[in-house]
């Protein structure tokens, strides 16, 4: 059984709250749900390669130099987030591989989707879909929602903080995208994904779109998925999850525009 059909009564979306689009109105998104992504496959080349691509782009000048981070960085700024103090996770991880010239190793999924984020320079958050209940909304927090930490506690997001949360109130990040949460953190036996990537810079909708092509072949190459993907807009703000997972059939080799 899928495990989005095992957290109860549809449907099953995830989409951006209309707050968000009307306050950031460069924003691209890309949403793909990936199935069968076991723990057993090497990646280390793929790693590499992408990373030498971020590598070369950070030897013209520091992360903070990058059009798509300078975007990130004023977004924060807006949310009233100092952004020396509160990173976007593309930053913080352009920032160790600079300081340190390698990222740490997670989960091959996780490693691939950190590189790829530091070769574009664009946020990407992996989320295990059995972590999730309901819909999942980018939204401005009400303050009741919880967060889980990764070293065990638990945190309420302050009110107008914007935040991945799902029907249930667990927020599964810290401002924006500056956080992900323990509660739907990709681990040794997940097997369906929801992978998102966001983008401000005005070469947005180019570069998500280069992301999604090296993504998808990625995918397809080394788990042998195809996953369905979407490019949301405001005027195409949601991804129906549901439709895309079926007990008993790998949804991805079903092709979605």
């Known amino acids: 059984m899928s495990t989005t059909a095992q957290t109860g009564s549809g449907p099953y979306t995830f989409r951006h709250a209309p707050e968000v689009w009307a306050r950031f109105p460069t924003l691209v998104s890309l949403a793909a749900c990936a199935h069968g992504v076991v723990s057993s496959v090497d990646v280390s080349a793929k790693v590499a390669a992408y990373h030498e691509i971020a590598l070369s782009r950070l030897e013209k000048g520091t992360e903070s130099d990058l059009p798509s981070i300078r975007s990130w960085r004023r977004a924060f700024t807006r949310m009233g987030l100092r952004p020396t103090q509160y990173r976007c996770a593309a930053e913080a991880l352009l920032r160790r591989l600079r300081k340190e010239g390698s990222l ?14 530091a070769a574009f320079a664009i946020p990407v ?8 209940k309901g819909d999942l909304t980018v939204r401005p927090a009400d303050g009741t929602e919880v967060y889980a930490t990764f070293d065990g506690r638990l945190e309420h997001p302050e ?25 739907s953190a990709v681990r040794q036996d997940t097997s369906e994904v929801l992978v998102i990537a966001e983008a401000l ?7 998500i779109k280069s ?32 439709a895309w997972s079926v007990d008993g059939v790998e949804a991805g080799h079903r092709q979605r525009a």
């Open 125 to 132: 958050a992996v989320l295990d879909l059995a972590g999730v």
């Open 201 to 207: 810079h005005p070469e947005a909708t180019a570069d």
């Open 104 to 117: 740490p190793s997670l989960h091959p999924l996780i490693d691939l989707c950190n590189a790829l984020s």
């Open 159 to 183: 009110p107008g903080e914007i935040v991945f949360a799902d029907s249930t109130g667990t927020a599964h990040s810290r401002r924006w995208c500056n956080r992900q949460s323990a509660a």
């Open 211 to 242: 992301l999604r092509d090296a993504l998808s072949s990625d995918l397809r190459e080394l788990w042998g998925t195809v996953p369905p993907t979407r490019i949301l807009s405001a005027e195409a703000p949601a991804l129906a999850l549901d």
